[in-house]
């Protein structure tokens, strides 16, 4: 997996910087090229209006659409490298969804970069639909931040690779292996759900059949670890709730980078709406990587 050419999407706002600065620090670190893009809603309006219009609605909205790609390009040319930069672009649609599935096609990017609105924001946006359908269509990693915690340009990374172990582990393993150095850190990551946690908090408390399950995965995960070469490897099994043992796992980890997986739409459907992919982007500092199943993500 490479991602050779990365596309930040950005809505102008102060909080898409994030996304501009977690675009350069992944350029930097891939060698990647960049387009910085925004959709503009209104731009599709002016594409219909009789070219000539010279009503006091057309000039606004012509205004507006002008300063917008004004205001990308100063975005772009500020927050990326400029040996990186390889382009901007406007798309021009009346649903943000439709223009960036035209900024994809377009650029046919390795990877999708965007900025969500903070704990509120992020809910509104994941649920509200348009990084939830993105990651459901673009066919390839889509990379959320909501900037509470930067990527170092040079430093080690630690990142915490999510794993459910409905499927066979190694394939997704190997995958993100092969885009760290030895420098950085890949921590396998899992929690077990005691079938005792959905009979009330009595019986989650003593989870009998949590030790046997927490001995398996990390035995399976340790043959795993053996058999993957690049980065330092680690295992780290635990058994409650998912979502909320991950992050208690980020925060006592320090990690940098939370990468998560699907298996395909009904994998997205368990993932995403089943909560915890959400739920680490929502409650987590650390930017959340989540990637297609792997015969639509691997472009070599």
Not at 124 to 152: K, M
Not at 187 to 194: C, K, T, Y
Request: proline content about 4%.
């Amino acid at each position: 997996m490479k991602f050779e050419r990365i596309l930040v999407l950005s809505d102008l706002s102060e909080s898409s910087h994030a996304g501009l600065r977690l675009a350069d620090s992944l350029a930097h670190r891939f060698h990647s090229r960049v387009t910085v893009a925004n959709v503009h809603t209104a731009g599709a309006l002016l594409s219909r209006i009789e070219a000539g219009n010279t009503t006091n609605e057309y000039r606004v909205a012509a205004w507006h659409r002008a300063d917008s790609e004004k205001t990308l390009r100063t975005l772009a040319h500020h927050g990326i490298d400029p040996l990186r930069l390889e382009s901007v672009e406007m798309a021009d649609s009346d649903s943000a969804r439709v223009g960036i599935a035209e900024l994809i096609a377009k650029v046919k990017p390795d990877l999708v970069c965007m900025a969500t609105h903070g704990r509120t924001g992020i809910k509104h946006v994941l649920l509200g639909s348009v990084a939830e359908h993105t990651i459901r269509t673009a066919g390839v990693p889509v990379i959320l931040t909501r900037g509470e915690r930067e990527l170092g340009r040079d430093r080690p990374l630690r990142v915490m690779l999510a794993l459910d172990l409905f499927n066979e582990p190694e394939p997704i393993v190997t995958q993100v292996a092969s885009l760290l150095t030895p420098k950085d850190t890949l921590l396998l990551a899992h929690v077990v759900e005691s079938a005792y946690l959905h009979l009330g908090a009595h019986a989650a408390e003593h989870m009998p059949d949590a030790p046997l399950l927490t001995r398996a995965a990390e035995e399976r995960l340790s043959g795993v670890k053996v058999r993957t070469h690049g980065p330092a490897l680690s295992v780290h099994v635990a058994a409650g709730k998912p979502g909320v043992v991950l992050i208690e796992m980020e925060k006592a980890l320090e990690v940098d980078l939370i990468v998560a997986h699907t298996h395909g739409r009904s994998g997205f459907d368990h993932l995403m709406l089943g909560s915890v992919a959400e739920y680490l982007a929502r409650r987590g500092i650390s930017p959340v990587l989540v990637l297609p199943r792997i015969d639509r993500a691997v472009r070599e």
